[in-house]
């Protein structure tokens, strides 16, 4: 089955403590996305990727890295989480950026306190 | 800049047509607009996409004018089950870059 598959669903965690969350696909995508939703300001893009060891920012990449090793994985790294980072994440892939449509992870919920 | 306005919300009754329109503005002839829905604790999902003029398949319909500056989604005849947030994105060739508008909140009435 097609999928984008993200670790953890949810996560609890202290400021300042560095976490990781996965994502992979298995649809031999180039183009990989990370997006945060926060209520009233809908999916805003972290980071973004055109292929292996490209990688580019978004609207709003301040806290965040990302590293594309290889083709299916897109992990996103938060060094010193803090609270405003408390949010909803989706990660996404699609074969193309403008006219394919992405599919989506089932989220990641962050909280950090 | 670039930019995507929708409205932030819609209500509607079970068996009427929705249409949610988007505004775009500063998008060229072949750049790409396409439409997701969300349920509450699950990613977007794909519901259509085009570049112009219409588009239909089983679930909806996608309109964009010739002056290109709004396009429309169009669900016909809708149930309960389409209540849910529907997202516009446009896609620019020209710098391969992507915008979300911010979400219309479907409401879906009996």
């Known amino acids: 089955e097609a999928q984008v598959t993200q670790n953890p669903r949810y996560l609890i965690t202290v400021t300042g403590k560095k976490l990781t969350v996965t994502c992979s696909q298995n649809?031999?995508?180039?183009?990989m996305s990370w997006y945060r939703q926060d209520p009233g300001l809908g999916l805003r893009q972290i980071y973004y990727?055109?292929?292996?060891?490209?990688?580019d920012k978004g609207d709003v990449p301040e806290g965040y890295k990302v590293s594309r090793k290889e083709k299916r994985n897109f992990p996103l790294i938060l060094e010193s989480p803090s609270p405003n980072q408390t949010s909803l994440y989706f990660c996404?892939?699609?074969?193309?950026?403008?006219?394919?449509?992405?599919?989506f992870g089932d989220g990641t919920r962050l909280s950090i306190l | 800049l670039a930019k995507t306005t929708q409205p932030i919300s819609m209500d509607s009754y079970e068996g009427q047509e929705v249409n949610i329109t988007c505004s775009h503005n500063?998008?060229?002839?072949?750049?790409?607009i396409t439409w997701y829905q969300q349920f509450p604790s699950q990613g977007p999902r794909f519901i259509i996409q085009?570049?112009?003029t219409k588009v239909t398949n089983e679930v909806a319909s996608l309109f964009i004018p010739a002056d290109r500056k709004s396009s429309t989604l169009s669900l016909p005849r809708v149930s309960l089950s389409d209540t849910a947030v529907y997202y516009c994105?446009?896609?620019?060739?020209?710098?391969?870059?992507?915008?979300f508008g911010k979400g219309t909140r479907l409401h879906i009435l009996p």
């Open positions: 996404a892939s699609s074969s193309t950026v403008v006219d394919q449509p992405q599919h």
């Open positions: 649809m031999n995508h180039e183009y």
């Open positions: 990727s055109m292929n292996v060891e490209v990688t």
């Open positions: 500063n998008i060229a002839t072949n750049d790409y």
């Open positions: 085009g570049y112009k």
């Open positions: 994105l446009v896609g620019f060739y020209r710098d391969d870059k992507i915008i």
